[in-house]
């Protein structure tokens, strides 16, 4: 798993891509010949307001930025994350489609619940956001008000404590939780909300105990005090949660799993076109814009880049984790 920390280079093939505007200090992308002259669509597979939207309404404007093209962004929520496929693999492969995806792309995958292999039929431009998981509670909540007491609190009430999560099988944020509650016998209920706000709010009004979901996509909720974390699924404390103890620390010893969102396009794209997406994915990642975004969600507390290569290899490397991890808890065709 610590691939998922691993810099990887950016592609040669950029530079050759990438010429300078000489204006104002900004690149510019050079356009293959024929593209770009109209909107390309980006599909979001997750509702409006979620972690994936932010990225995708982000990035996309980042491209503009940088490579001169419109987009015109799309949500298509539902099946976790799958049902936004079927629209992606109809349209024609001329580079006017681009999918936001998150590794529920690669579980699924793994699991064999889709017949796409992201690493082969589809062509990853880039992953922008890598990040790890937390537990949150409410910052007004009395029955527990840490890690420990809400373990105890757990404990004493088996089954009974709920989590917002997401539904989908095999899912990263599932695994972690069958995996922590393996690790430290608890018993808590998922219930399953596609819609991030949904879950989001489920917790805030007191309808669940707990929500598992990454500190970015509730960065709003944690300074407004409604929210707080009281656990970290990663190796150590991150800087900017010092105080919140890691899965580890509590006797929970396993590798965690990473949320990671990328843009893909379907195989069979004409490469220059791919190789002008992907630079400008990653023109539009260096952008202060887009920094100052992903600092925002704390996605500069990890290494948040891949190219497409080190794309490849991040993927194929969690389909391997997903398989070894679905193996062992019975999950899988």
Known sequence: MTSFFRNTAAAAGFAAV??????????????????????????????????????ARAMAKAMEEVAGITFQVVNKPGGGGTAAIPDFMLAPPDGYTVLEHIDNAISAYAAGDIRENPAEDWVPLCMTQITFSQIYIRSDEDRFTDWESFSEYAKAHPGDVTMANLGKVGSMELVV??????????????????????????????????????????????????????????????????????HKEVGADFEALTRF?????????????????????????????????????????????????????????????????????????
């Open 18 to 55: 990438v010429a300078l505007a000489g204006t104002a200090g900004a690149a510019e992308l050079e356009k293959p010949a024929g593209f770009g002259n109209r909107p390309l669509t980006m599909i979001v597979p997750f509702g409006a307001g979620g972690g994936s939207d932010q990225l």
């Open 177 to 246: 939780m069958e995996q922590l509650q393996e690790a430290l016998g608890l018993k808590i209920k998922q219930i399953a909300f596609d819609k991030p706000a949904e879950r989001y709010g489920a917790l805030i009004g007191g309808h669940v105990d707990v929500l598992f979901e990454q500190p970015g996509d509730v960065r709003n909720f944690l300074d407004a005090d409604q929210m707080k974390p009281i656990l970290t699924f990663l190796s150590e404390r991150p800087s900017a949660f010092a105080d919140t103890p890691t």
């Open 261 to 333: 969102r990328g843009f893909w396009v379907k195989a069979g794209v004409p490469k220059d076109r791919t190789d002008f997406l992907a630079a400008a994915c990653k023109a539009g990642f260096e952008t202060a814009d887009y920094q100052a975004f992903n600092k925002k969600k704390y996605m500069h507390l990890i290494d948040s880049f891949r190219d497409t290569e080190g794309s490849i290899e991040l993927i194929n490397n969690a389909v391997a984790s997903y398989r070894e991890m679905y193996k062992k808890l019975g999950i899988g065709k």
